[in-house]
């Protein structure tokens, strides 16, 4: 890591419940080391656990979907730490081995029809592959086309769906990088897991 990690107990009483609200949602785990990073600026933390703690536990969007869009994000932004933590999910979440395998194979569908045209005659559904193309244009263009969001109403996503979709992605684009510039668990200079690796470890 390109920084020392926070102290794993609170400094100062004024931090107190902020690691106290923190240790909270890992439980039982022990803080991590992006939660060792954030911890610098105690009061950032605390914002990063209330919003990531929304999208973890109060969506109603399949969470499978909700992972499957993530680890996305992983590959789009190189985010080793990322994939490694968020593809299991996708996994126990319910999306399959080789549904994940395009999500991690299929280049950028940003200006490529070859990759748009791999994407819709792969193992994804055309929901899956809505959110792999909504994730693409969101992480990569930031404007997303009208056809690529009309996908998603097609697929039939709510609008509370679609928002938490969109929060989603974004708020791991804000993860991946913070991962990403400060080698957060030092995992730059490490190969992501395969798919077939992780289905082993479940």
């Not at 107990?9 to 954030?38: G, K, M, N, V």
């Not at 709510?158 to 804000?174: F, I, K």
Request: aromatic share 4%; glycine share 6%.
């Amino acid at each position: 890591m390109r920084l020392p990690y926070a102290p794993p107990t609170a400094q100062s009483p004024e931090d107190e419940e902020i690691y106290t609200r923190i240790a909270a949602r890992r439980h039982p785990r022990p803080l991590i080391p992006l939660d060792l990073t954030l911890l610098h600026a105690p009061p950032l933390a605390n914002g990063y656990n209330s919003f990531v703690g929304a999208i973890r536990s109060s969506t109603v969007l399949d969470q499978g979907l909700l992972e499957l869009a993530i680890s996305r994000v992983a590959i789009l932004t190189n985010a080793v730490y990322e994939w490694n933590a968020h593809a299991p999910l996708a996994l126990k979440g319910g999306i399959k081995a080789e549904e994940l395998k395009v999500v991690r194979a299929v280049p950028s569908t940003i200006g490529s029809k070859e990759a748009v045209k791999a994407l819709g005659e792969s193992a994804l559904s055309p929901l899956q592959g809505a959110i792999v193309r909504y994730t693409d244009q969101l992480t990569v263009t930031v404007r997303v086309e009208d056809a690529v969001f009309g996908a998603l109403r097609e697929e039939g996503l709510s609008d509370r769906e679609v928002v938490e979709l969109t929060t989603g992605v974004a708020g791991y684009n804000c993860v991946s990088r913070i991962l990403v510039s400060l080698d957060v668990g030092e995992n730059n200079d490490k190969e992501m897991k395969s798919v077939d690796e992780l289905v082993a470890s479940l």
